[in-house]
């Protein structure tokens, strides 16, 4: 077993961090607290808004699929896609109309797929060889932590008075200078991955798990990508409403290193993380003004991660040497799941003129989820 020392796993960690905070926190994410500004100086519309995230999530399951299959390095895969954001975020402030910023958003979903499968990959294996394997939470903070940076970037240029394409082109050199800096990192990314076997053996959980975790990715996903525009129809100033999408990424990183300490049944987790997702989604209707919101953020942030993480755990633990289907089929679930979000949130929001239904049926639908899981 190769042992280069702490550092060497600090490296491996951190690398794939930067990594993850590109793809999920720019990639994936950036287009939630750049939505109020688009709203304000490009005149993009909730429904517009929501096509836009449901691109960037529909492009997100294609690349999660074809990653699966792709026989290509991950150094590669890696560095390829972490350019591919970079400059489709960029892109995003030359392009001035909404097919082209449909397409961008749809390439940046592909790439950062990628980049979520093979850094996983990657980061495991080099942290097993260098028996630093307590630090994979550290490698999952960067999903909150890309949050938090995107964020505060936009928050810093609402207060600026700055456009939507100043952002978008702010954090496009951002996601290429942080490339730029861990490229060497990644020099090693091994052979070509072959294509996995068939997986034809299904646990009585199947369905189960694939329908929860379905679930969570409808209910997440609405207050992901909405949040800041419900902060700004309740509180005009960018300084006090731009906090709910740092405080979001804050939860996530905090309660994804905390996870890794959890001792507790992988389902109760599970299913406590989506009843606390359902108060934070339902919570802005209750309690009014921007504690609303923050609490919100809270909630959601502080268990979207922690999902992810308990719910791929479970799913290895129900299927053992079976669950690569089961995976791949809670994974094409949960990426359906956020594409149906904001798809409902547009059509919901042009029929009554809010959040409220949308939020309503998200929270439904978290919690008949949790009581399922519940009930083994």
Request: aromatic letters at 8%; glycine letters at 12%.
């Amino acid at each position: 077993m190769t042992r280069d020392g702490p550092g060497e796993s600090f490296r491996v960690a951190l690398a794939s961090l930067a990594a993850l905070a590109i793809s999920q926190g720019i990639g994936r994410f950036a287009f939630t607290p750049i939505l109020p500004m688009m709203q304000q100086d490009a005149g993009l519309s909730v429904s517009e808004g929501g096509w836009l995230a449901s691109a960037n999530y529909a492009g997100y399951l294609v690349g999660a699929l074809w990653a699966v299959r792709l026989r290509l390095s991950a150094r590669a895969a890696i560095r390829a896609a972490l350019v591919v954001i970079g400059a489709s975020t960029l892109a995003m402030a030359l392009h001035d109309g909404f097919l082209p910023w449909l397409a961008l958003r749809a390439l940046a979903g592909v790439a950062s797929a990628w980049v979520l499968v093979f850094v996983s990959a990657w980061s495991l294996e080099r942290l097993a060889a260098l028996e630093g394997l307590p630090l994979g939470g550290v490698v999952y903070a960067g999903v909150g932590a890309g949050i938090v940076v995107a964020g505060v970037a936009c928050l810093v240029l609402m207060n600026l008075h700055a456009s939507s394409s100043a952002a978008w082109s702010g954090l496009g050199f951002v996601a290429l200078a942080a490339t730029a800096f861990i490229w060497t990192i990644f020099g090693s990314g091994g052979a070509p991955r072959p294509a996995p076997p068939r997986d034809g053996v299904r646990p009585p959980d199947f369905w189960l798990l694939v329908l929860c975790y379905g679930a969570y990715g409808f209910g997440y996903i609405i207050p992901a990508t909405f949040l800041p525009v419900m902060a700004k129809a309740i509180v005009p100033d960018p300084m006090l409403f731009g906090w709910a999408w740092p405080v979001f990424g804050l939860a996530a990183v905090t309660s994804t290193l905390l996870a890794q300490r959890a001792r507790r049944s992988l389902r109760g987790v599970w299913a406590a993380s989506h009843l606390v997702m359902a108060a934070g989604v339902v919570v802005p209707l209750v309690l009014p003004g921007l504690a609303g919101i923050i609490v919100a953020a809270l909630c959601v942030g502080g268990t979207f991660v922690v999902i992810t993480q308990v719910g791929l755990q479970e799913a290895r633990a129900v299927a053992g040497e079976h669950a690569r289907s089961l995976i791949a089929a809670m994974t094409s679930a949960f990426a359906l799941g956020q594409i149906l979000g904001p798809i409902a949130v547009a059509a919901l929001a042009q029929a009554t003129g809010g959040f409220s239904g949308a939020l309503l049926l998200a929270a439904a639908l978290l919690v008949a989820s949790a009581l399922a899981l519940l009930r083994r």
